[in-house]
Each structure stands twice: as structure tokens, then as C-alpha cells.
């Protein structure tokens, strides 16, 4: 159901980056540099509120006509961001969390993993299987 | 209860292990063990950041990251929690365990006082890798006055 799935590390480069369908993926990959900048500034704008319960889960960052770009913040100031489909209306927020979440175990499973450098590029094949199972939930 | 057994002495072993190849005893080949110790406790440190704060929400500042590894890091490795934080509020804490489980089975005072920093060299590691996965550069020093009591000195490099 997401076109569009990109971590990006605390220095703000990709680790991962992968869309469907892979004709266009310029496009995708300037809509998630552009939404790094969403994602800066609800960053900043939590740690100025004093609120007191910091969420990870950054919510819905810009609508397009077509798209949807969602955001995610791990305490490592890792960034997960998800483009999704306007059209796909069934999706509600509950979906999304569940796929940060999904997302957030595996990548840290991939941090765990002895023969991954952290910074580096990520390989994974185990990772690559999640994603594309989150992808192509098509009917 | 056996699994902090476990970790003990795979600790152990692993010290012993870094100082039985050791023809030269002197300190050249020394400080090489020590600082293999801590970039292994190192890249252990960097998963656990990971791992651990996972469920909880994002921290507001370096105190709330500092009161993270004494209480939630400490008991996940140690099963006890750290017994002492205290901080001059410009970027220095020591961290104070007045019964450290991986030298409480081997003295209760001064005896082996020299001994002591090897078993210390990849908990200072640890703690270093986890600061910099939630994103502090640290230096992490670690004393010990009198077994098994030790404290460990974390100097936040401002960039």
C-alpha cells in the first residue's frame, strides 16, 4: 500500500531507499528530501512546547494531489518516511503506526546484525522482504 | 537469574582471553587489549541505543538520556539499576555502582586493585556505543577506589 519507503540516518543521507514503481523514482526521491524538512520542524516544534509525552510517530507531514507523505522519528534520530497513495482512502492512522512499527523492528534488527557497519548502506535481504511486503498489498 | 550468569562469565573469558596471547607484558600491548574491549562494548552499545529505547518516547534532553542508561540500560545488562548519577551540569556526569556484578565476585576491598580497569574497559564501551546511537559524543573514563564499588566518568564532547 506505500508507493514509497525511505530511512534516513541522523546526518540526514538515505540508508535505504526504495519506491514502486520503479520508473519515476526521481520523483519519489524529492518528495522525501522535501519532507525532511516537515520532519526538522516537528522536531523542533515538539522540543519547544513543553509537552510532555514525546511521540515517535510524526503523523501525516505534507498531502499532495497524489500522495501522502507520513513521517517517523526513532530516539536514534533516525527517520522513516512513508509515501502513500491519496486514492487508497482506506488507510487509516492505526495502518500506518502498525507499518512504522514494523519498520522500526526490522531496522533494528538490521542494527543488531554483527556484519552491518552502522552509517552504512542498508543490504539486507530480510529488510528488503519486509518492505516489499508492505508494498505490494495490492488487491 | 542464570542469565546474568551467562553474560559474567563470557565477560570473563573474554579478558582472559585478550591478555593470555600477551608476550609482551608491557604497556604498549596493554592499552591494545583495552581499546579492542571498548570498540567491542562499542558496537554492542550502538544495538542496545537501539533496542532498548524502542517502546519509550523520544528523550527531551541529555539528563533524560543519561537517566535512560542508568536505569533501563543498567537493568537490561545488569539487573540492578546504577546507584549514583551525579552532574556539574556542563557536560560531565560520574555514573556510581557501589556493587558492580562484573567485579563483585572478585574482591570485596583493595586486593586486586590493578586488575580491575580490564574488567571495566568494555562496560566504559557500552555506554559510549549507547550514547552515540541516541546521538552524544562521549568520552567515558572508568575508576575503581575500592572493589566493588566503581564509578564511571562520561565527558559529553561538545562539536
Known amino acids: 500500500m506505500a508507493v514509497c519507503v525511505a530511512v534516513i540516518a541522523k546526518e540526514n543521507y538515505p540508508l535505504y531507499i ?74 487509516r492512522d492505526n495502518e500506518i503506526r502498525s507499518m512504522f512499527r514494523k519498520l522500526h523492528n526490522s531496522y533494528t534488527d538490521v542494527m543488531c546484525n554483527p556484519f552491518y557497519n552502522p552509517g552504512d548502506r542498508i543490504h539486507s535481504r530480510a529488510f528488503d522482504s519486509m518492505v516489499t511486503s508492505m508494498m505490494i498489498q495490492v488487491c | 537469574m542464570a542469565d546474568a550468569a551467562l553474560f559474567e562469565f563470557l565477560h570473563t573469558e573474554m579478558v582472559a582471553e585478550l591478555w593470555a596471547h600477551h608476550s609482551d607484558p608491557g604497556p604498549g600491548g596493554q592499552k591494545m587489549s583495552l581499546s579492542v574491549l571498548e570498540g567491542m562494548g562499542f558496537r554492542v552499545g550502538q544495538a542496545l541505543g537501539e533496542r532498548l529505547p524502542q517502546e519509550t518516547l523520544a528523550f527531551r534532553e541529555e539528563l533524560d538520556v543519561l537517566k535512560f542508561l542508568c536505569k533501563d540500560l543498567w537493568v537490561a545488562v545488569f539487573q540492578k539499576q546504577m546507584d549514583s548519577l551525579r552532574t556539574n551540569h556542563q557536560g560531565t556526569y560520574v555514573l556510581q555502582d557501589n556493587s558492580f556484578p562484573l567485579l563483585i565476585r572478585m574482591a570485596a576491598g583493595l586486593q586486586y586493585l590493578e586488575e580491575a580497569p580490564k574488567f571495566l574497559a568494555f562496560t566504559c564501551g557500552l555506554l559510549r556505543g549507547a550514547l552515540s546511537t541516541l546521538g552524544i559524543k562521549s568520552l567515558v573514563t572508568a575508576s575503581v577506589a575500592s572493589l566493588p564499588t566503581c564509578k564511571f566518568q562520561v565527558v559529553i564532547q561538545k562539536t
Open chain 1, 18 to 91: 526504495r519506491s514502486i514503481p520503479t520508473e519515476n523514482e526521481l520523483k519519489f526521491h524529492y518528495m522525501v528530501h522535501t519532507s525532511l524538512d516537515v520532519v526538522d520542524e516537528k522536531i523542533s516544534a515538539m522540543g519547544k512546547a513543553l509537552v510532555d509525552q514525546r511521540e515517535l510517530y510524526l503523523g501525516l507531514l505534507y498531502p499532495t494531489e497524489d500522495y501522502k507523505v507520513y513521517g517517523y522519528v526513532t530516539n536514534s534520530k533516525v527517520k522513516f518516511v512513508m509515501v502513500v497513495d491519496s486514492s487508497n482512502t482506506a488507510l
